[in-house]
């Protein structure tokens, strides 16, 4: 959003919960992305155990207001890894920035203004750490968020992610136009494969409403607990807090949780939410006895049409890579996770953990790749955290 000007600069930080609703009108009409939502955020806050309160940074020019950087203060369990093994966590105190949380005029005065704001906040001991959730790596927020820290506090080695999108027309017929040969012969193969074997039993079922979940979360459940993610820690696990999270999904009438049935049995699931006219994925899993069948990518190529139809124009795939990602998605971006450490001896040892650990992990990762068994060692990784019935 370009700058305007405006008056002298301000900041101030909200704390308290209920001084958020005077920011309401500012935060909805600047709009943004699901995940810095003012109710979603509310709601994350209240539900989530290791959140302690609030934190969002408030940026005024003269008496109008200009920007929010949106955040929480929260106690959590810093994990460090080299490959996959996981070393002993650590219990920090963070501020985390969530997806999308700069809201308002983001430029480059206002960034800087926004970020100087949390380094204040670790000064005076706040926290032991901020946590910048994936900006867009070209972004001011990014850059000073990387740049601003001294070298004891800054983040060194920013975790880079590819994020893909995919910009829905109005038919699945024009998203195949925009597909290559090749993958459009391959989704039809692999739709023609699937009805060969199941015939007229091949079905998908879209639950939206609050009183549908205690029938659909089990059959997810079922699938989810047979899959690689589970082993890894990821992916859908039926909680108590994700079920809130469902739950608050569906009150706001944006749940959308795609299931593909091969007869009576799930086979698949894509879980997401539509709002503002984009589908955000948040879990997407196909049971493995069916995957010589393709059922992710029956069930994926089955969802876009329905978003086609609904008017949905885009679907965030979310953060990292995949295949699917990669051949559907036709827009995408580089987004970084940055940290910056508070100026303490406590802060210096974090960030030197965390750096140590992610230099071995850049260096193993060449070593891996210079051998050539990269996929062998993630297939021999998954086959071990699988849990098969």
């Not at 040969?181 to 609050?210: I, M, P, T």
């Not at 979360?217 to 589970?230: D, G, H, N, S, V």
């Amino acid at each position: 959003m370009v700058s305007e000007n405006r008056g002298t600069p301000s900041v101030r930080v909200v704390r308290v919960l209920d001084e958020l609703e005077d920011l309401r009108e500012f935060w909805v009409s600047s709009g943004g992305h699901r995940d810095s939502n003012m109710d979603f955020y509310i709601e994350f806050v209240r539900s989530t155990p290791e959140v302690i309160r609030p934190h969002v940074v408030v940026l005024s020019h003269g008496d109008r207001l200009a920007a929010i950087l949106i955040g929480r203060l929260e106690r959590v369990r810093l994990n460090c890894k080299i490959g996959y093994l996981k070393l002993p966590a650590l219990t920090v105190d963070c501020m985390t920035f969530v997806y999308g949380g700069l809201r308002g005029d983001t430029s480059e005065e206002n960034s800087r203004e926004l970020v100087a704001s949390v380094m204040n906040s670790l000064r005076d001991g706040e926290a032991d750490m901020a946590f910048f959730h994936h900006p867009d790596l070209n972004s001011h927020l990014s850059r000073f968020a990387r740049d601003l820290p001294g070298f004891a506090s800054r983040d060194h080695i920013p975790q880079a992610a590819l994020h893909y999108f995919m910009r829905l027309p109005d038919s699945i017929e024009t998203v195949y136009l925009g597909l290559s040969g090749d993958h459009r012969s391959e989704l039809r193969r692999k739709a023609k494969k699937l009805k060969g074997a199941f015939g007229d039993q091949v079905r998908v079922q879209c639950f939206r409403d609050a009183g549908e979940l205690d029938t659909v979360i089990p059959q997810i459940e079922a699938i989810a607990k047979r899959t690689y993610q589970r082993g890894l820690g990821v992916g859908f696990e039926d909680t108590p807090l994700v079920r809130r999270r469902l739950y608050f999904f569906a009150s706001k009438g944006w749940l959308r949780i795609y299931v593909l049935y091969l007869g009576e049995h799930p086979s698949s699931f894509w879980i997401g939410t539509v709002s503002d006219e984009m589908f955000c994925s948040d879990y997407l899993a196909f049971d493995p006895k069916f995957g010589t069948h393709s059922p992710g990518t029956v069930l994926l190529t089955r969802v876009v049409d329905e978003l086609c139809k609904e008017g949905v124009r885009q679907i965030d795939f979310g953060l990292g890579e995949g295949r699917y990602k990669e051949r559907f998605g036709n827009v995408k971006s580089v987004d970084a996770s940055v940290y910056i450490l508070a100026p303490t001896p406590r802060g210096v040892a974090i960030n030197t953990l965390r750096s140590s650990t992610m230099a071995m992990n850049i260096v193993l990762k060449k070593i891996i790749d210079r051998m050539g068994v990269a996929q062998k060692v993630k297939r021999l990784w998954r086959a071990r955290v699988s849990s098969q019935d």
